[in-house]
């Protein structure tokens, strides 16, 4: 039940929110009863919650991890395809496909399973091929109670228990301990580089929207007063009409 719920919203929640972007658009002919300050409250806010997951998803984390073990798995992915990665280069593109696996454990004590699958040149653009060597490599590294290997696995992507979503390992190292710092310099300067763009589209925004939307809604405001003029025109004729005829019966 809560996993359709979650779906539908996913689904409709693009809808809702271009209706919502009409709605402002034209808020000058908008009924009075619609609040367009809660509107564009609620159309911000979903597009700051569709910004932030997008990057959350899309750019790449760090956790330091002991290996429990690397295998392979036959998986359904035609569902929520577009949440996994593809199959190994070179293969034939298939729903039920064998899907490599890496069981961790991180320093609390909990488990994180990750994916292993290849992006190519697909989204998002990590230009992984090396799924095959990565599996290796993880084995390598498998931890045993007497020597504790911790591994810095950098991955992308969601661990979601509901619609079956794993993260994508992309790489991983030995480190020397849970306790090692690292700082995630190419997320700090995409994101400044993000927001200096987002900066500049939102001054280009307000210029068009200021020479082209502006005039456009106000043409429309205008030729709605014209057709309320009009109607009060013909209304006031109209019942002109009925009490002269009812005075003359």
């Known amino acids: 039940m809560l996993s359709t719920i ?49 990057l959350h998803y899309t750019l790449p984390q760090r956790d330091i991890v002991l290996v429990l073990d690397a295998y392979e798995k036959r998986m359904d992915v035609s569902s929520n395809s577009m949440f996994w990665g ?83 390992a992309t790489s991983m190292k030995q480190v020397d301990g849970p306790d090692v710092t690292l700082i995630p310099w190419f997320n700090i300067i995409f994101t400044i580089f993000l927001a200096l763009i987002c900066l500049g589209i939102y001054r280009l925004m307000q210029l068009f929207k200021r020479r082209r939307i502006d005039p456009m809604v106000d043409s429309v405001e205008d030729a709605w007063d014209d057709v309320s003029e009009t109607t009060h025109s013909m209304g006031d004729r109209v019942r002109g009409w009925f009490k002269r005829l009812g005075g003359g019966v």
């Open 86 to 168: 593809k199959q190994d280069a070179g293969t034939i593109r298939q729903d039920t496909r064998d899907v490599r696996f890496i069981d961790t454990e991180m320093p609390d004590g909990s488990v994180m399973v990750y994916r292993n699958e290849d992006t190519g040149f697909g989204w998002p653009p990590y230009f992984k091929f090396d799924s095959s060597d990565l599996s290796a490599k993880a084995k390598q590294l498998v931890s045993t109670r007497d020597n504790p290997k911790w591994v810095a696995v950098r991955h992308y992507g969601w661990r979601n228990t509901v619609f079956s979503l794993f993260p994508n």
């Open 6 to 54: 979650a779906y539908t919203l996913f689904v409709w929640s693009p809808l809702f929110l271009g209706l919502l972007l009409l709605i402002i658009m034209l808020r000058k002919i908008m009924p009075s009863f619609i609040k367009i300050w809660l509107v564009k409250l609620v159309a911000y806010s979903m597009i700051a919650a569709y910004a932030v997951g997008f």
